[in-house]
């Protein structure tokens, strides 16, 4: 869960770039699945203002309608990360024996 949430944090700072101006915009929305809402019409469950797309906007950073930097950003850091850790997961084998004691 921490490497997700991790991989939000770095689009949500690319996002916040590319507000600046400082970061060009490709393609500004990948897919926009945040309709317009009625101001006292129910909101959709995955909308970044509804019941599980807030908790998911805070925890992972999703973004209803991301920029394609947002979301290769998220799926890059998402591989690399993973790539190293079972990388690292595989150098250290938790099977292995413990090291026996010395009897004496």
């Not at 019409?41 to 991301?66: R, V």
């Not at 930097?69 to 250290?92: P, T």
Request: charged fraction near 15%; avoid cysteine.
């Amino acid at each position: 869960i921490l490497i997700l949430f991790a991989a939000g944090l770095v689009a949500h700072g690319l996002h916040e770039l590319q507000e600046a101006g400082l970061i060009p915009v490709v393609i500004e929305h990948v897919w926009d699945i945040n309709p317009q809402v009625a101001a006292e019409g129910p909101i959709p469950l995955f909308h970044e203002q509804g019941h599980l797309g807030s908790i998911f906007k805070g925890l992972f950073g999703y973004n209803g309608n991301p920029s394609l930097l947002e979301v290769l950003f998220y799926v890059l850091y998402l591989a690399a990360v993973s790539l190293a850790w079972f990388r690292i997961d595989r150098r250290h084998p938790r099977w292995q024996k413990p090291l026996s004691r010395p009897h004496y």
